[in-house]
C-alpha cells in the first residue's frame, strides 16, 4: 500500500518538467521527436527533476564482455537472454577455415556472419548467437588455433551491419579492411579482428581512433571510438618473421 503524497525516488536516465519529456543523452540515445502530439521535446534549460524510466527509451549498444583464448574454445562472458555473442575464430597454418560445431545442449546454432577461404595459410571465420539462455558455450571449432568472444547488449533486431574480412602477407603490419556501413550516425559498434600467424606476436598501440580490447598472442580487437564513418583499420606489431594474418571488421547495430 503506498501512502498518500509519496514521492518515488530518483531514478538515473530521465529527467522531466511540464509539458517536457527528454532523455539524457549521456546515458541513452537522444530523443528528439515527441512521445505524443501534446509533449514537445525537451528544452535545454530550466529545472529538471528525476522521474521513472518511460516509453521510448532505447539505450544504446555496449560491449557486456570479452574473453579470448589460444585454443578452439572460448568462455563466454556472463550472457543474458537477449544479448548478442560474436565469436571470431582463427586458424593458423590453414586457408580452409576452422569446423562450426552442431548445435547441441548449451552450444547454439551459430549464424555466420564471414567465412571466408584464407589466404596466406591462416584463416579465420565470423558467427553470433543472439542468447536464449544464460549457459551458452562455444563448442569446439575444429581446427581453431583462437577465439574471441564478445557479449553486446541493447542491439538491433537485424544486429549485423557491414561485414568484411581479407588476409595479406605483411609481418608488421595486419590490417582489418574496410566496410559500407548500415548506419552512419554513431549508433553502431564497428569491431577490428586480427589473427596472426605468430603465435607470440606483439601487438603495439591500437591506432589513433581504436581502443584495444583483445591484445593476447596471435590475437588482438580493437573498437572503433566514433562510428560514424568507416575505413580499414591497420594494426601494428612487431616483426615476426613470419608472414600471414587475417583481419575482419564488423558492424553491430544498435
Not at 6 to 24: E, F, Q
Not at 152 to 163: A, K, R
Amino acid at each position: 500500500m503506498t501512502q498518500p503524497g509519496y514521492v518515488a525516488p530518483a531514478s538515473p536516465g530521465w529527467w522531466v518538467r511540464t509539458n517536457r519529456v527528454g532523455i539524457a543523452a549521456s546515458s541513452y540515445h537522444l530523443v528528439t521527436t515527441a512521445f505524443s502530439s501534446d509533449i514537445p521535446t525537451g528544452g535545454s534549460t530550466g529545472t529538471y527533476g528525476w522521474s521513472g524510466v518511460g516509453s521510448g527509451a532505447s539505450a544504446q549498444i555496449a560491449i557486456a564482455g570479452v574473453n579470448s583464448s589460444t585454443a578452439n574454445t572460448v568462455t563466454i562472458p556472463t550472457h543474458a537472454i537477449g544479448q548478442i555473442i560474436l565469436l571470431w575464430v582463427y586458424r593458423s597454418n590453414s586457408n580452409t577455415t576452422a569446423t562450426k560445431p552442431s548445435a547441441s545442449g548449451t552450444v547454439p546454432a551459430w549464424v555466420d556472419v564471414v567465412n571466408n577461404t584464407g589466404t596466406n595459410t591462416n584463416s579465420a571465420r565470423i558467427a553470433y548467437f543472439v542468447a536464449t539462455a544464460t549457459n551458452h558455450t562455444s563448442g569446439s571449432w575444429t581446427n581453431a588455433t583462437g577465439m574471441i568472444a564478445v557479449v553486446m547488449d541493447h542491439q538491433n533486431v537485424s544486429p549485423i551491419g557491414g561485414s568484411a574480412e581479407a588476409g595479406g602477407s605483411n609481418t608488421t603490419q595486419s590490417v582489418a579492411p574496410s566496410i559500407t556501413l548500415s548506419v552512419s550516425n554513431g549508433s553502431s559498434l564497428i569491431l577490428h579482428f586480427f589473427g596472426s600467424r605468430n603465435a607470440t606476436v606483439d601487438w603495439l598501440a591500437a591506432p589513433t581512433g581504436y581502443t584495444h580490447v583483445v591484445n593476447s598472442g596471435p590475437l588482438c580487437m580493437n573498437v572503433k571510438n566514433v562510428s560514424t564513418t568507416d575505413g580499414s583499420c591497420t594494426q601494428t606489431h612487431q616483426s615476426s618473421g613470419i608472414a600471414g594474418y587475417s583481419g575482419a571488421t564488423v558492424e553491430v547495430l544498435d
